[in-house]
């Protein structure tokens, strides 16, 4: 599968963001899909998953509260809804999916990954 993140761009404090990953090639169904990010000079951590339903979510404690996963298995997509945005939250987001799992916080229980979006959040 191939996945093409968007979204992202420069945002005031205070500010939203709705980012999407829109993939490609084998059924979008099969794949937990995660959302990492990674900040200069950090590495990368985790900030939410979904299953392959989309019946559970889970998010990294930074971002709970504020941003929400979501899928539109017709569309091929998963959204990460940030709101609340805060400078510690700029970072390059990326996407991805793990094939026939129920979704993780390890970004080694991945198997593919987007090329990610930049999320900029000025103070």
């Known amino acids: 599968v191939q996945l093409q993140a968007s979204g992202g761009g420069l945002v005031q404090a205070g500010g939203s963001l709705r980012l999407s990953c829109a993939a490609s090639?084998?059924?979008?169904?099969?794949?937990?899909m995660g959302w990492f990010r990674q900040a200069p000079g950090k590495e990368r951590e985790f900030v939410a998953t979904?299953?392959?339903?989309?019946?559970?979510?889970y998010y990294a404690d930074s971002v709970r509260g504020r941003f929400t996963i979501s899928r539109d298995g017709a569309k091929k997509t998963v959204y990460l809804q940030a709101v609340s945005l805060k400078p510690e939250d700029t970072a390059v987001y990326y996407c991805a999916a793990q094939d026939l799992g129920g979704g993780s916080r390890y970004p080694d229980d991945y198997d593919y990954w987007g090329q990610g979006t930049q999320v900029t959040v000025s103070s």
């Open positions: 090639g084998r059924a979008f169904s099969r794949y937990a």
């Open positions: 979904i299953s392959w339903s989309g019946v559970s979510t």
